[in-house]
């Protein structure tokens, strides 16, 4: 089964004043996120907008955040942006779907790890 896209816009920054209009919209962070079923796996994106020509500039208050989400994904490379993503996704959403259920199990004596991924390794000095 294919993963759901959904888009999802988290930051706008605009330029207050740019070639004679203000409150220009000139990048955005968002997210793509796939998702099948309670799994989800999300790409972080963030566009900067080409605003060298704003011959169709849309005034800030008339802006819609779909509209954002389009211009921004448009600037990536639209629908071949999302599909280049997807086959990584795809595969994260395989390896959540093949993981889900496990649970640690401390029945058999182990050894302990190098290190431990949530602290940070402090080097030890050379003398």
């Not at 004679?20 to 999300?42: A, H, I, K, P």
């Not at 060298?52 to 955040?65: C, D, E, Y």
Request: aromatic fraction near 8%; charge should be negative; avoid cysteine.
């Amino acid at each position: 089964m294919s993963a759901t896209v959904t888009m999802k816009l988290h930051e706008v920054h605009i330029f207050e004043s740019k070639n004679g209009y203000e409150n220009v919209v000139g990048m955005v962070r968002w997210t793509v996120e796939f998702s099948r079923g309670q799994f989800v796996s999300r790409a972080g994106v963030e566009t900067l907008l080409d605003v060298s020509s704003l011959s169709n500039f849309t005034p800030i208050a008339q802006v819609t955040r779909e509209q954002v989400l389009t211009w921004a994904a448009a600037a990536q490379g639209g629908d071949a942006f999302v599909e280049h993503l997807r086959p990584h996704h795809e595969n994260e959403l395989d390896l959540q779907e093949r993981r889900a259920g496990l649970v640690p199990y401390e029945g058999i004596p182990l050894d302990p790890l190098p290190y431990h991924p949530t602290q940070p390794t402090i080097p030890q000095q050379v003398l």
